[in-house]
Nanobody, 125 residues
Framework: QLQLVESGGGLVQPGGSLRLSCAPSGSDLEYYVIGWFRQAPGKEREEVSCISRSGARTYYTDSVKGRFTVSRDNAKNTVYLQMNSLRPEDTAAYFC??????????????????WGQGTQVTVAS
């Protein structure tokens, strides 16, 4: 049974960078579409980015376009979310999830069935 573990979160100053990783146990990630989501305190979960199984297709929500890059290394069985030019409003718990819908136009959070526990990203000076 697939389980996901996120890592790489932390405290960073505005304008800084972090790289999140999503790694599996129990299966190989190459078989799954992977999505990244975030949830800030008191707010609803937000779709951030996703990547197809081959990596050829990606999606970004408007607020992170040009700043975040999703990628995958199937040989290392890991999906990454490179986050640059971070802003205080990026502060949230970030989650990766597997198996859902990911097109260049949208990602559908309710279609993702397997979720990690999340990693906290805090952007503050």
């Amino acid at each position: 049974q697939l389980q996901l573990v996120e890592s790489g979160g932390g405290l960073v100053q505005p304008g800084g960078s972090l790289r999140l990783s999503c790694a599996p146990s129990g299966s190989d990630l190459e078989y799954y579409v992977i999505g990244w989501f975030r949830q800030a305190p008191g707010k609803e979960r937000e779709e951030v980015s996703c990547i197809s199984r081959s990596g050829a297709r990606t999606y970004y929500t408007d607020s992170v376009k040009g700043r975040f890059t999703v990628s995958r290394d199937n040989a290392k069985n890991t999906v990454y979310l490179q986050m640059n030019s971070l802003r205080p409003e990026d502060t949230a718990a970030y989650f990766c999830a597997a198996g859902g819908v990911c097109t260049t136009a949208e990602m559908i959070s309710t279609s993702y069935k397997t979720w990690g526990q999340g990693t906290q990203v805090t952007v503050a000076s």
